[in-house]
């Protein structure tokens, strides 16, 4: 006779999360939110639709890092420590220095403009990779 309780489909999860934790919230008025990254002590991610970029960390709470944020989409962290993001309203992917401004990477590829950049990931080398698919953009491509 089979064996009826199936298998456990996250192998390993209750490893990561300690006994006895409880989940906490930490904002109920965000609307969409995605790319979470750690940088230093502080939590960044993207809340799209409301246009920010926001953070939280035990000693500050909630904050707000930018508004606009272009629709910031997919954030990492480059081998120095910089926030690297994918902005959907300006179609480019950018990066934030240390000191707060903001570089363009790349907005285009073999001269015509990028879709709607959405994730990234960094190699250990530097190598940005994202995906740009075409969200909100229909069959245009100006």
Known sequence: MADPTPPDPFPGLDDLIADGAQLETLATDLR???GPVWIADQ?????IPANKLLTHSDA????L???PSANANGNTVDPQGRLVSCLHGDRSVVRTE???KITLLADRFHGKR???PNDVAIQRDGTIWFSDPTYGLGNARP
């Open 60 to 63: 500050k709470g909630l904050g």
């Open 114 to 116: 990028f879709n709607s």
């Open 43 to 47: 939590l960044i991610f993207s809340d």
């Open 32 to 34: 969409f939110i995605e």
């Open 65 to 67: 890092l930018r508004q």
């Open 98 to 100: 240390l000191d707060g």
